[in-house]
């Protein structure tokens, strides 16, 4: 009986561990996006910058050429302001930061809950210790998953929306899948991998099968 639901907490581990990957690719994407927004915005704010400094000197040409270049200096300031106010709104470099870190977050999370499985059920001896160990690596990972979820809602990142995403794009591959060959053992097999994690009698217990 303690075996049997020490493998259903497990199947939850398994599964939560293969969601912080997931997340951790979500958000690695999503950050090195807004990062690359915000440089861009950078440059371009130096550039024109740059352009708009050199207005001085060019009012020493002549009058039509002054005239010409008040209307080109006009909407680079415009530009500029947009751009600034566009940088100061959204953060996007701050964002990208913030995103990049709870990435790392979830990886963090992933080897952690590996590390404390090995040593406080895999090689422990105590059936009772070995629920109460796997218990809280479950309520640990269901927080880090919450926390991050709202951390990267506040970037103006949804993850469950995400998340849904590429479960989708999972059923409908394993569905394709199965259309090909109804009969094939092994599609069978790789949609069971895809939708829950696999487990068999005496793999609760074993520490060296329990590695992502």
């Known amino acids: 009986m303690r075996n049997a639901k020490l493998s259903k907490i497990q199947s939850g581990i398994s599964y939560r561990q293969r969601e912080l990957q997931r997340v951790a690719d979500i958000l690695a ?70 995103l990049t870190l709870l990435a790392a977050t979830c990886h963090s999370t992933v080897r952690h809950t590996d590390s404390v499985w090995q040593k406080q059920v895999g090689i422990e001896d105590d059936a009772e210790k070995q629920l109460i160990g796997a218990m809280q690596l479950l309520e640990l990972q269901d927080e880090k998953l919450s926390e991050v979820q709202d951390r ?23 569905a394709s899948g199965d259309a090909d060959d109804d009969d094939d053992d092994d599609d069978d097999d790789e949609k069971q991998e895809i939708l829950l994690p696999r487990f068999a009698p005496g793999y609760a217990v074993d520490a060296e099968k329990l590695r992502w």
């Open 29 to 98: 994407g999503a950050a090195h996006q807004m990062r690359r927004r915000g440089a861009t915005v950078r440059v371009l704010l130096i550039t024109l910058g740059a352009v708009t400094a050199s207005q001085a000197s060019l009012g020493q040409m002549n009058s039509h050429f002054k005239e010409a270049s008040g209307l080109v200096f006009l909407i680079l300031g415009i530009l500029i302001t947009t751009l600034a106010g566009i940088e100061a709104a959204f953060k996007l470099e701050t964002k990208g930061a913030e």
């Open 152 to 174: 990267a809602a506040n970037s103006g990142v949804n993850i469950a929306l995400e998340v849904r995403k590429v479960y989708r794009s999972n059923l409908r591959q394993v």
